[in-house]
């Protein structure tokens, strides 16, 4: 069965830390697609980055970067340089191949991030 | 574009009356999704449409769910008769999706707060 665990429920740091949000998932499909989603205090969801399950190389945009490891079935985001406009709640998502007729993408609890000035 | 527009952005109601939430997609979309957020159950997925076509209702709670997608831009999500423990947030999503691949990234609408007393 698939399932996202973001282990840390909340993150408080001091604005210019680096901090790292943990994602584990779980999934028995060989092509799957992992994502992150940023949930502001507005509440909307933020679509943030795509990665699927033949693509490992890890990607940098800014002060974002995304840590994909398949041996370890986990898909780590760290933000650099923390500001203040960071904070918000970020979730890990799997959508699976074999569920793309269903459209379903399951979500982690979530990380709730705090970026104290 | 104006993104995903959902309608009401909070509605307060009282137990047993009937609830429509609406939801505009991004034009040119032809997935949508409903999901709903409560604290305790995390973000779920209610409903996928495909081409304005119900794909996978596997999500909804029970029969006093109901959602309609007349035509492209335009889809509804409908409880009768609401019950306190609907109280969530709503969100619709869409994606263009050309071949249910699972890998479509969703755009998220505010989501409508939904209230029942």
């Known amino acids: 069965a698939q399932k996202v665990t973001q282990a840390q429920t909340e993150i408080s740091v001091v604005e210019k830390e680096d901090v790292t949000l943990d994602c584990v998932y779980e999934t028995r499909d060989t092509t799957y697609y992992l994502f992150w989603y940023k949930q502001p205090p507005s509440g909307e969801l933020v679509f943030l980055i795509r990665r699927n399950s033949f693509d490992e190389q890890n990607e940098i945009s800014g002060r974002y970067s995304w840590n994909f490891q398949k041996s370890t079935s986990s898909f780590n985001f760290t933000i650099t340089a923390s500001q203040v406009v960071d904070s918000a709640v970020y979730f890990c998502?799997?959508?699976?191949?074999?569920?793309?007729?269903?459209?379903?993408?399951?979500f982690g609890q979530g990380t709730t991030l705090q970026v104290k000035p | 574009d104006a993104g995903v527009i959902q309608s009401p952005r909070h509605e307060v109601t009282e137990m047993g009356q009937e609830v429509t939430l609406r939801c505009k997609p991004i034009s040119g979309h032809n997935s949508l999704f409903w999901y709903r957020q409560t604290m305790m159950r995390g973000l779920e997925l209610l409903i996928y449409f495909n081409n304005n076509v119900p794909i996978d209702d596997s999500g909804m709670p029970e029969d006093r769910f109901s959602a309609k997608m007349p035509n492209a831009s335009f889809s509804t999500l409908k409880i009768q008769p609401s019950e306190p423990r609907d109280s969530a947030v709503y969100f619709c999503?869409?994606?263009?999706?050309?071949?249910?691949?699972?890998?479509?990234?969703?755009?998220f609408g505010a989501g409508s707060r939904l209230t029942v007393l």
């Open positions: 998502a799997l959508s699976e191949k074999s569920s793309g007729n269903t459209g379903k993408l399951i």
């Open positions: 999503a869409s994606s263009w999706d050309r071949i249910r691949s699972g890998a479509n990234v969703l755009t």
